[in-house]
């Protein structure tokens, strides 16, 4: 790097640190210390050519990622972008305003936002995802980078992203910690062991290296090392200091998400010295990867996978077969990415027995073992999902309750994903109650915008799985275990938010509303009672959320009793 170039570089440092301090003074809330300490990180990696990227396209296939982990640290992400001239230095100032789309934590509402994060510990498991997805799925040579904390180092997600990454030898996942010392209450676990951050990732796998956080030659000398590994993930432990370039905050305490009051700003203003506010520099723009004379663009690999896609036979079900609803869920699974070739499948070492494993046979390729770490799987298929890829995630549905905080913060960033939990309830039984969801339609109800499915039957759950793939949001198919009867005719439709009437009459005294497996038993409740001359009316709920309301209603009317019959409990069931 030329010396006028690291100069100009430095400068821009400057006018950064006066955005970030100022923007957090004028919020009157922020994380400024948190934010200073990544400056050199991300100025080098944003405008040495590290980080390709069109800002002009910001979807585009060949734009590398940037994902805040530590998204705390939300103050220099604008800024970067700011400095890249890519939103007006003013915007700055409405920080943190109920209005403004730079939230104190980056969301999908500012454009160049690729995750929406907060939560700690997620963001490299995200980037894993896309990884996978760029170099598994699209197959470019994109990178993904994300800027990690250290305090953000004790999460287990952390280390099971970085155990499957290994694995999958993702050499574009490259992630940067900023090893700053200093948590929300005093020094992190390691403080400024660096060594010891560095064994942990090689031992993980990965290769790691260190850096001083603030010298923009050493941090460049990283940056090229990274791209230049070809084998395996890599991560940059940088040792930095909270609230550089201000001596009064700089490695203190208790200045964790703390904004300077106005005469603390005076003074660090004026420790800064003079800055250039028209000072502005350019983001490196993205290889166009190509096959052939054609640009690789999203639709061209969708082309492309559809016509390498395999086909299986069609599966009918006859009535009064029994056949588990999770069987089903397979069978549906392979139908639907036969149709679309953007579905993929995630499974938690368990998909001989979610039968996620019947579509894994016809589309390897499209399958990705997560092994036993539902957290990580969860954060992934948001991932794959954001670079356009539609995941249907399944494991036991009484572990799908690990990853609630991942699927929580799905829904800020606009993620359609199906979740798939099978045996869930009391009805599994013998394998006893710490196996037996019992909450987990509360959990995925209470998803905004979300759709629960409960379907009875290995006709309602084939169709519904299909179904799913079309639904722009978080949806939960509730999959039995056990074999049940099927109930319905191959060609019957099951609308999102519909549901069943199969036994009606005009002396109905009670309507049983039940779904998934207690359908069953109201059908059996129904034969026992209209041999004692009491004439029931049932309806299979398959969809929770939307509830079919309607119906619901009309029966009550008709019928003046309802009797709800659950496998969860009351709170958040479908009573």
């Given at each position: 790097m030329q010396k006028q170039n690291e100069t100009q570089l430095e400068e821009l440092n400057k006018l950064i640190r006066y955005w970030i301090i100022t923007m957090t003074t004028t919020a009157g809330s922020g994380h400024p210390s948190s934010s200073m300490s990544g400056v050199e990180l991300m100025s080098t990696l944003f405008f040495k050519g590290f980080l390709r990227y069109d800002p002009k396209k910001p979807e585009s296939i060949n734009?590398?990622?940037?994902?805040?982990?530590?998204?705390?640290?939300?103050?220099?992400?604008?800024?970067?972008?700011?400095?890249?001239?890519?939103?007006?230095?003013?915007?700055?100032?409405?920080?943190?305003?109920?209005?403004?789309?730079?939230?104190?934590?980056?969301?999908?509402?500012?454009?160049?936002?690729?995750?929406?994060?907060?939560?700690?510990?997620?963001?490299?498991?995200?980037?894993?995802?896309?990884?996978?997805?760029?170099?598994?799925?699209?197959?470019?040579?994109?990178?993904?980078?994300?800027?990690?904390?250290?305090?953000?180092?004790?999460?287990?997600?952390?280390?099971?992203?970085?155990?499957?990454?290994?694995?999958?030898?993702?050499?574009?996942?490259?992630?940067?910690?900023?090893?700053?010392?200093?948590?929300?209450?005093?020094?992190?676990?390691?403080?400024?062991?660096?060594?010891?951050?560095?064994?942990?990732?090689?031992?993980?796998?990965?290769?790691?290296?260190?850096?001083?956080?603030?010298?923009?030659?050493?941090?460049?000398?990283?940056?090229?090392?990274?791209?230049?590994?070809?084998?395996?993930?890599?991560?940059?432990?940088?040792?930095?200091?909270?609230?550089?370039?201000?001596?009064?905050?700089?490695?203190?305490?208790?200045?964790?998400?703390?904004?300077?009051?106005?005469?603390?700003?005076?003074?660090?203003?004026?420790?800064?010295?003079?800055?250039?506010?028209?000072?502005?520099?350019?983001?490196?723009?993205?290889i166009i990867y190509k096959k052939g004379d054609e640009e690789v663009t999203q639709d061209t690999v969708s082309k492309e996978q559809q016509e390498s896609g395999k086909s299986a036979t069609p599966v009918v079900y006859e009535e009064k077969d029994t056949i588990s609803s999770r069987e089903a869920y397979g069978n549906g699974l392979t139908e639907a990415m036969q149709q679309n070739s953007r579905i993929v499948i995630l499974d938690a070492e368990v998909s001989n027995s979610t039968k996620s494993a019947t579509a894994k046979k016809v589309f390897p390729e499209r399958f990705f073992e997560m092994y036993i770490a539902e957290q990580n799987m969860a954060s992934v298929a948001v991932g794959l999902a954001l670079r356009g890829y539609v995941p249907y995630v399944s494991s036991f549905a009484a572990f799908l309750s690990r990853a609630h905080d991942q699927i929580r913060m799905a829904q800020f960033s606009n993620t359609q994903m199906i979740c798939v939990g099978t045996h869930p309830g009391v009805s599994i039984g013998a394998d006893g109650s710490s196996q037996m969801a019992l909450e987990d339609l509360a959990f995925f109800r209470a998803i905004l915008g979300s759709v629960v499915l409960y379907p009875s039957d290995a006709t309602s759950t084939h169709a519904l799985t299909v179904a799913s793939a079309s639904l722009p949001s978080i949806v939960y198919i509730r999959a039995t275990r056990e074999s049940t009867p099927v109930l319905y005719a191959s060609d019957e439709e099951f609308p999102i938010g519909g549901s069943k009437i199969l036994c009606t009459s005009i002396d109905d005294r009670v309507t049983i509303v039940a779904a998934g497996i207690t359908v069953h038993e109201a059908l059996l409740a129904y034969k026992i009672l209209k041999e004692e001359d009491i004439v029931v009316r049932v309806i299979d709920a398959y969809s929770i959320k939307p509830i079919d309301a309607r119906s619901i209603r009309a029966a009550a009317a008709d019928t003046h009793n309802l009797i709800v019959v659950e496998d969860h409990y009351p709170e958040g069931g479908l009573g």
């Open positions: 734009n590398d990622r940037i994902i805040f982990s530590k998204g705390h640290a939300a103050p220099l992400y604008y800024a970067m972008w700011a400095a890249a001239g890519e939103i007006e230095a003013e915007e700055l100032g409405t920080l943190r305003q109920f209005w403004s789309r730079l939230e104190g934590h980056p969301t999908l509402h500012f454009p160049f936002t690729d995750v929406a994060t907060g939560s700690l510990g997620q963001g490299l498991s995200v980037g894993l995802g896309m990884a996978l997805a760029a170099d598994k799925l699209d197959k470019v040579g994109t990178y993904t980078w994300v800027f990690l904390g250290d305090s953000e180092m004790a999460e287990g997600q952390i280390w099971e992203a970085m155990e499957l990454a290994a694995y999958y030898k993702c050499h574009n996942l490259k992630a940067i910690v900023d090893v700053n010392r200093l948590g929300q209450r005093g020094q992190t676990m390691l403080g400024h062991d660096l060594e010891v951050y560095k064994s942990r990732a090689e031992s993980f796998g990965w290769s790691a290296y260190i850096v001083d956080g603030h010298n923009i030659q050493e941090i460049e000398a990283a940056y090229k090392e990274a791209i230049e590994n070809t084998d395996k993930p890599t991560i940059i432990f940088a040792k930095t200091f909270k609230g550089r370039g201000v001596s009064f905050i700089e490695d203190k305490d208790n200045w964790h998400g703390r904004a300077l009051d106005e005469q603390e700003l005076q003074k660090a203003l004026k420790e800064i010295g003079p800055v250039n506010e028209k000072l502005r520099a350019s983001i490196a723009q993205p």
